[in-house]
C-alpha cells in the first residue's frame, strides 16, 4: 500500500450530498468574518459540523442471509408490534416495529437491511414535528421502501424531523439490493422506522445505539452464525 493510499483510507469520505451545503456554510462563514471578524469563527464551527454530519463511513457488513441488519445509525426509541402504515401495501397483520432516532450528530447515511428486491417506494407528505414522538410515523414526511427478500417482506420508512426537510432515496423500484448497500439519507435529524415479521428473534431493545450496516436488529434462524463480511 503507498503512503497516498494510507494517508487515504485514514479519512471519512464525505457524501457528494453534502457538498452544496458544506461549501454554503463556509461562504456565508466568510460573509459573516467580513461583517465582523468573531463571526467567522462561529461559521466556521457550524462548517465543520456540517462535514461532519455527512461524513460517509465505511462498514464492516455481515453476509448472513438469515439477518436483518440496522438500516440507520442512532439509538433505538421504539421496539413493538403494531399495524404498519396503510400506504406499504403490507396489509393488517401486525408486524414489528423499530424505531431509530437519528440526531444531528449520527451518521445520515441509511443502507439496506436485507438483500433482496424492492418491491415497492412510497412517498407521503406530511408535518415536521419531533421525529422521536411515536406519532411522528403516522403525521410526518415519509418515503417507505417494501423489500421482497427470501424471508419475506420487509419494510423501511424514512421519517423527517422537525429540522429535516428533504428525504433522499437513490432506490428505485425493481432494484435488486444487497444487505448494507447505501440507498438514501435525511438531512438535518430525522428516524427511520423498519418492520419485519412478528415471527423473527429480536437482537435489540430499546436505548441500544445502533450501527448502519453492522448491529443485527433480528434474525429468522436462532442458530444461524456468519463468517462472511464485507468492508463498504
Keep these: 500500500m503507498s503512503i497516498l493510499q494510507s494517508v487515504h483510507n485514514s479519512f471519512v469520505s464525505i457524501h457528494k450530498e453534502g457538498y452544496p451545503f458544506i461549501v454554503a456554510f463556509f461562504v456565508i462563514s466568510l460573509i459573516l468574518g467580513w461583517i465582523w471578524s468573531p463571526l467567522f469563527w462561529c461559521g466556521l464551527v457550524l462548517t465543520v459540523w456540517c462535514i461532519y454530519f455527512f461524513r460517509d463511513p465505511d462498514r464492516v457488513i455481515p453476509l448472513n442471509p438469515n439477518w436483518v441488519i440496522s438500516p440507520a445509525d442512532g439509538r433505538i426509541s421504539f421496539v413493538e408490534s403494531c399495524v404498519p402504515p396503510e400506504e406499504l401495501g403490507l396489509g393488517k397483520d401486525e408486524m414489528v416495529r423499530i424505531s431509530i432516532f437519528m440526531d444531528v ?54 421519517i423527517a424531523g422537525m429540522f429535516a426537510r428533504r428525504i433522499v432515496c437513490w432506490s428505485k423500484e425493481n432494484d435488486a439490493v444487497t444487505t448494507g448497500e447505501r440507498f438514501g439519507l435525511i438531512r438535518f435529524g430525522s428516524r427511520l422506522d423498519i418492520y419485519i415479521p412478528t415471527e423473527m428473534k429480536l437482537r435489540v431493545a430499546v436505548g441500544q445505539t445502533a450501527i448502519a450496516g453492522e448491529t443485527v436488529l433480528g434474525s429468522f434462524d436462532d442458530k444461524s452464525s456468519t463468517t462472511d463480511f464485507r468492508y463498504d
Excluded: L, W
Design 105 to 158: 450528530f449520527s451518521c445520515h447515511i441509511n443502507r439496506i437491511p436485507i438483500s433482496g428486491t424492492v418491491e415497492s417506494i412510497v412517498y407521503h407528505p406530511g408535518r415536521f414535528t419531533n421525529a422521536e414522538f411515536d406519532k411522528a410515523s403516522q403525521f410526518n414526511e415519509r418515503n417507505g421502501m417494501v423489500i421482497e427478500s427470501k424471508q419475506g417482506r420487509i419494510a423501511i420508512v424514512q
